[in-house]
């Protein structure tokens, strides 16, 4: 029997990572800005000190791998517990053992993979038990626990962030995987440095996604009597379908689409395309992104150019009609459109200073003179008197004041000097000169 086909008795018919996963500190690779010698996260757990905690970070980097450590290093109750597979009453017997463990002066740390996954009444079966001492909880997430976690148990949790491992951190574990027996220790497994860094490079800071890419190469390697030699051409073909970082409904989603708005924004064409083939390319729905180039067609553009929303809205249709991966040339089109376009945010601003003031005044009754009076007896209240159609002026203009008689004279749309808007803005300028001369 093969070299390869014995990759997976006994033991090894556990995933590589699974059989590598660090037994302590010592094995752990990244994340020196918590672990480090002297670093908070170490002091707690080589100290025994674990308050409750969030582990906060894309997939692969140590998140469940530092839950196993504490459970091994602590002298508390070790409970691990799934947000996938466990209810309310899961929850509720855990936190009933737990209570009975605190009379007895036992610890329990609960540890919660994938916290994000419980809804708000789960999050709130654990508050009490938090609040009162009886269990410490360890969450890990890959979403922003801002968004994710009920603040009033986010509050009671400290949250340490774990970032990406960096190539040097993911080849480190690779030529540990080769070496420790087990991993491929005992298998003669030839890799060079090269083959490990593609690799590194494949696997985009996930530990995980490397080593599973590695025992993928090394079942595929090239076998003879001296052992398994894995090729570059081995790994490029495990690696030829690479999948981008990318989760549509999490916090990398809203990362990428506000790098497309902001590079738009600041009339970079090149940035703009590249985090729109980003987006496309990984799956994105083109219609999500052809919305969001019509927000910004009014928001950071708006009259400076009028055309950017007619661009935006036909890049829509064009996407609605026909669909990726066609669409992609006239989302292009509106993206470069929109990057190059004169800017501005008049629009926008004349809103959000609107809104804000019509948040404070929801009970201003609207004047008098421009009410509408379709009934005798509205008539009769004077609603509509005095209203003056502007169509039957010469100047298409009135002295007549729209704004409630505390906001008379607000300004809110201020145009700018870019493009078309600085004719709107001297039109503007014109009708209240006009306005001022009679005395409004």
């Not at 699974?18 to 690779?29: I, K, M, T, Y």
């Not at 036992?106 to 269990?135: C, M, W």
């Not at 590249?274 to 969001?292: F, H, I, S, T």
Request: charged share 25%; glycine share 6%; proline share 4%.
């Amino acid at each position: 029997m093969s070299q390869q086909m014995n990759m997976f008795d006994g033991s090894m018919s556990e995933p590589l990572a699974a059989r590598l996963r660090p037994r302590d500190l010592s094995e752990f690779v990244g994340q020196k800005h918590l672990l480090g010698e002297g670093k908070i996260l170490r002091r707690l757990i080589e100290g025994d000190n674990i308050g409750s905690m969030i582990f906060w970070g894309p997939p692969g980097v140590g998140k469940t791998t530092l839950a196993r450590i504490i459970a091994h290093k602590t002298k508390a109750r070790f409970v691990d517990f799934s947000a996938v597979t466990s209810g309310i009453k899961e929850i509720k017997q855990v936190m009933e053992d737990a209570e009975k463990g605190r009379r007895f002066g036992e610890k329990t740390i609960l540890f919660v993979d994938e916290i994000h996954r419980f809804n708000k009444a789960q999050q709130d079966a654990f508050l009490p038990y938090v609040e009162k001492g009886s269990i410490i909880l360890i969450g890990a997430t890959t979403e922003n626990p801002s968004f994710e976690v009920n603040g009033a148990l986010l509050s009671r949790c400290k949250v340490f962030v774990l970032q990406a491992l960096s190539e040097e951190d993911i080849l480190q574990l690779l030529q540990r995987a080769v070496t420790d027996s087990r991993g491929f220790g005992n298998m003669n497994v030839k890799a060079d440095e090269e083959c490990l860094k593609m690799i590194a490079v494949f696997a985009n800071g996930d530990a995980r996604s490397a080593l599973s890419t590695l025992e993928m190469a090394v079942l595929n390697g090239d076998e003879d009597e001296n052992g398994i030699t894995v090729t570059l051409e081995t790994v490029e073909s495990c690696t030829s379908r690479k999948s981008l970082l990318y989760d549509k409904t999490g916090e990398e989603h809203y990362n990428l689409i506000s790098a497309l708005h902001k590079s738009m924004r600041n009339s970079d064409p090149d940035a703009a395309v590249y985090w729109l083939a980003r987006m496309l390319e990984a799956g994105e729905d083109p219609l999500y992104v052809a919305r969001r180039v019509i927000r910004f067609a009014s928001e950071d553009v708006g009259l400076a150019d009028p055309r950017a929303l007619d661009i935006a809205v036909a890049a829509y249709q064009a996407c609605h009609f026909i669909g990726m991966p066609e669409c992609s040339v006239h989302l292009t089109q509106a993206v470069v459109y929109m990057s190059v376009a004169p800017k501005s945010n008049a629009l926008y601003m004349a809103y959000e200073s609107a809104k804000k003031d019509a948040l404070t005044t929801l009970a201003e009754p609207v004047p008098l003179v421009i009410r509408n009076a379709p009934t005798k007896l509205m008539k009769q209240l004077d609603y509509g008197k005095g209203y003056q159609y502007a169509h039957d002026t010469k100047e298409k203009l009135t002295d007549m004041q729209c704004m409630p008689d505390n906001l008379a004279g607000r300004t809110y749309y201020r145009p700018t000097e870019e493009g078309s808007e600085s004719r709107i803005k001297a039109r503007l300028e014109e009708i209240k000169r006009w306005k001022k001369e009679r005395g409004k």
